[in-house]
């Protein structure tokens, strides 16, 4: 599995798109990202985002 860090500024921009952006389906790939730099599982991600 690929690792991924992200840094303090980055997590602060995916925080902000995932509700800013103007289009939803980037807002959900942001959620989805926001939550892999907080560290969750991409099976918990897959299920909170509806994303598989």
């Known amino acids: 599995m690929i690792r991924i860090e992200f840094t ?3 997590k602060e ?3 902000y798109e995932r509700y ?3 289009h939803p389906r980037v807002q ?3 959620e ?3 939550l892999k730099s907080q560290g969750e ?3 918990k991600i897959a299920k ?3 994303i598989s």
Do not use: F, Q, Y
């Open 8 to 10: 303090e500024k980055e």
């Open 13 to 15: 921009a995916l925080n």
């Open 20 to 22: 800013h952006h103007p």
């Open 28 to 30: 959900r790939k942001m």
């Open 32 to 34: 989805a990202l926001w």
């Open 41 to 43: 599982s991409h099976k």
């Open 48 to 50: 909170l985002t509806g």
